[in-house]
Every structure is written in C-alpha cells, then in structure tokens.
C-alpha cells in the first residue's frame, strides 16, 4: 500500500528491509523536501531581513508547528535536537542535574535503550541518585505494579517475603521499601526496541500519581512516535523524545517536547549563539524556550523534512498505519510461531506489541542469521541493540531482530521466513 | 552444499571445535571480546620455552568467531612465539581462506588478535 512511496524499493527492487527500528526509509515526498529546501529556500533562520530567509524561517517554525500538532504539544513546547539521545541528556544536565540530589531515586526498567540509562548512570556517579530498575515479566511485559507495592505507607503484609516476587532488593539498597517522596524521575520507553512490547505509559503514570509518587515522568517515544498517534496530554507526562529518522525524516533531527514550565526552569546543555537574548563582557542572557535549547544553526533541511514526513503520516493516518501494521504483526506471529526451533523474544500475541521481534534459531548466532539472510537481501539487525541489560535479563549475548514498518508487507514476512528456513538450512551439518 | 563462507569445514569446527575447553595452569590465559555484537573468547597456553605446547579456547560467539579460533589453536600448536608473531591478520585470513566482509573480518580475527595481544605482554613481563 505504501511501498511504492519509498523511491529506493525501486531502486533495490530485492530489498527486504526489516530494520526500520534502526532507521526508517524515506517517501518521495520528504526527499523533496528536502531537495526544494536546498533548490528554493536556502538561508538561516530567525535573522535576515530578506524575503529567502523569512521563507526559510516560516519553513522551519512551520515544521515545529506541525509536530507539536502531532503530539498534542504547542510549538514553545517543541525543541529541536539532533535525536532521541541527545533529547535525554539535555533533560538529565539541564533538568535532572539542577534539581535532583544524593539519594533521590530515578526510576528506569530493564528493557531500557543504553540512551535512558547511561546519561542517568553518570548522573549517578555525579550526584549519587539512586537507580531502581523496573524488571519484566517472563511474558516480556513491564511489570510496573511491583514498584507501587515497595512503597512505604501501601497496604502492609505480613512479612517481608511477600515483596519478593519481583526480586525486592532490586528497589534499594538497604531499605526493604521505598520512600515515594524520594522518586523524583521515571524515564521509561513507550515501545521496545527489542521486544516491540508496548508500555502502558498513561495507566502507569496515572497508577502512579495515585500512589503518591511525585515524579516527573520522562517517555522514551523513539519506536512509539512513529508507529501509534500520542497525545502528551492524554498521557499526563513530563517529557517526550523521539527521533526524526526513524519516522521517515531526515536523520540528525531529533525532538525533546517539556512541559511549558519544566522547560522555562531547565537549563540549556549546549550555549553560544541563536540562543541568547543579549551577550556582554561579563553576562550572557538566555532566550526562553525553545530558543533557549537550539544553540548555533540547526539542522534547517532536516527539520524541513521531518515536517514533510509528518504531513506524510498524518495524511495516511496514524490510526490507518497502526491498523494495517497490527495486521503484519499478527500474520509475522503466525508464521515466526510455527518455526521449530525459533525463539522469540517477546510478547506472542499482536496485543500491546508492535512488529518488532527479536529472535534466535536453535543456538545459531544472531551474526550468522543476519549473514545468512543478507544473501536474499533480507536486511535485519544482529547484537544487542543498545540493551545490554536487557540482553542480560533475556540470559543472551544477542538477537536477531527483524522490524517491520508501514511499507512492509505480508510477503515480507513470507520472505523472512524462507530466509530463516534457509539459515536452518545451512547450520544443519 | 558449498557455501562460500559456511563452508563444511567451518561449521565442522563451529560444532565440534579443536582445543575447546579450559586449561590448567596456563602460562598466559587472556580473554577479549568483540564490542559491537558480544563475541567474547578466553585462550589459554602453556609454553615450553619459547614454544607454545598447548593452547586451549573458551567463549561465546559467531559460528565464524569460534571456527576460527578453533583453526587458530591448531596452527598455533607446537609453533615459536617468535615466528607466531610475525604472523600478520592478512596471512592469517588467508589461512583461513574465507570470504569475509568487514564487519565479519572482526570476528574472524578475534582469537587472532586476542592471542597476539596475549603473546605481547607474556614478552614484556
């Protein structure tokens, strides 16, 4: 339905392309974009007198418009960055860094993207905040309900044994519960990369403002946003990132949506020009927000072209993608599930679950896999997908991972299997 | 079936690999790992003088990773220290006689490397 959008299917006429959790491909129509932003409205933004740069600059802020549209956001709330991680390290000095101290709690999961831990492991070694990880079920599901039973002032129980189910002294080091007033950040992703498991964010702030958890709420959106419409509003959270390329933009483009407030009391990360009001010998004077968060010359065309790939999406619908992905993710089920020998890494049912999946083949080598599917120009990534702890949670070093976006097909699938019939093929000696 | 890196002989040493195991009292005992996928190998030696006389590997990793280690402790077996070291990656993949993209050349040459860098400090101690 879509694929004839993407200009390097006919180029690559073989190409399976099973890694837009990686990076997505690009329409037509944002290349152009692109290209007409070069060919037509090329200048800097916000300064110049001139017709071009005013052109440039309604170009720009429109394509901040149209993703604070996207999201239920208004455009002040809309930061540029240059992805999702730099999204979080941006919030972790400007934010975190200001208003945490030693023993305030961070709350994290153990199917966390590198990007939402590291930056949180390094405030831990600066300020000496606590890391609690929520664990996750054996049905690869979050299990954020055991941390509202470690609470302090819950519903006692009889001995400490009964808050063991979930592995209790993950929560705290001495403490055998919480204190809720010492959380102060929950940073957890919407969708897995790994596991294509797709959080409960709303319920799971909600459950937990009602538990007397006083939170800010940090969403990792970066496989949510593409694939599913997300109000920030709806979900009642704090922050949001997500990264241009893997939603058909331009890469190097990232957004960092805040809360009006948080974001006017943040600090900037990077300083020098675009975002200052005045500047002397002794003094530099911020802009407000978002201003206050794009230092020097933003990445003009990429933003250009992640306004067209928004108006791409929303003109086929998110809703439309969503339902025509469930039906990939279910047929991918049916047939990964019929596999002997394959392994999968993840929710089993289409519910609450986006195509990714991450898979192994009896005890044959997530690399090998890949290798051996690259012969049919299958493309799916191998390693641990920047999620050590998860890989470790999961008792592997790696998976294969294969993940679908809208131009994907059923017959993508098919192809996928046949692939891994031939892998099986190869390794039986 | 002649698969041009799978071949027989390479899966023969992925499923049953040479010198696998660990060894007692090694002289030189070093591991290392491939960062970006997780392949990871431990070699274990015993020398007689200059001589290595028995080698032994441990790890986890690609069908490529181990095979090759597996044909790296049968080369190495009963060979001078000095003369392994004068073995370059280049003679080594050509021993091997695979075809290899780059990122699989990483792991071909984990042993390899792992032991050239066991080899290095074993002679500066």
Known sequence: MFKSDFPIFKNQPNLVYLDSAATSQKPQVVIDAVTSFYTQTNANVHRGIYDLSQQATDAYEGARGKVARLIGAKSEEIVFTANA????????????????????????????????????????????????????TKDFRLDYRSLISSLRGQAQRETKQSHNTYGLPRFARNDAVLDPRKIKLVALTQVSNVLGTINP??????????????????????????????????????????SSHKMLGPSGVGVLWGKKKLLAEMDPFLVGSHMIKTVSKNTAMWQDAP?????GTGALEGVVGLGAAIDYLQSAGMEKIAVAEKEVTK????????????????????RDRLSVFSFAIGDIHPHDTAEIL???????????????????????????????????????VDTLVEGIDEVKKVFTV | MSDPL???????HWKNPHNYGELEKADIDIADVNLLCGDDVRLMMRLDNDTIKQITFTGRGCAISQACSSILTDLVTGKQIKDIKHISPEDF???????????????????????????????QQ
Not at chain 1, 92 to 111: C, F, N, P, T
Not at chain 1, 291 to 295: D, G, N, P, R, Y
Not at chain 1, 374 to 390: D, E, P, V, W
Not at chain 2, 6 to 12: G, H
């Open chain 1, 374 to 412: 690259n012969r049919s120009h299958i493309a799916i990534r191998s390693g641990h997908h920047c999620a050590q702890l998860l890989m470790k949670c999961l008792g592997v070093t790696g998976t294969a991972r294969a993940s679908f976006y809208l131009y994907n097909t059923k017959e993508d």
């Open chain 1, 85 to 136: 991680s730099a999204g979080i390290n941006y919030i972790a000095y400007g934010w975190a860094r200001k208003y945490l101290q030693k023993d305030d709690v961070i709350v994290l999961s153990e199917m966390e993207h590198h990007s939402n831990i590291v930056p949180w492991i390094r405030l831990k070694d600066e300020l000496g905040v606590q890391l609690v990880f929520l664990p996750i």
């Open chain 1, 201 to 242: 964010i709303a319920e799971i702030i909600s459950s937990y403002k009602a538990a007397g958890i006083e939170a800010k709420f940090l969403v990792d959106g970066a496989q949510s946003v593409p694939h599913l419409a997300i109000d920030v509003q709806q979900l009642d959270a704090d922050f949001l990132v997500f």
């Open chain 1, 291 to 295: 201003q206050k968060f794009e230092t």
């Open chain 2, 6 to 12: 799978y071949r027989e002989i390479i899966l023969d």
């Open chain 1, 331 to 350: 047929y991918a089920l049916e047939r990964l599930s019929a596999i002997y020998g394959l392994r999968l890494f993840g929710p089993n049912e289409a």
């Open chain 2, 93 to 123: 993949l050509e021993e091997l006689g695979m075809e290899l993209t780059p990122a699989r050349t990483k792991c071909a040459l984990l042993s390899f490397s792992t032991l050239q860098k066991g080899l290095q400090s074993k002679l």
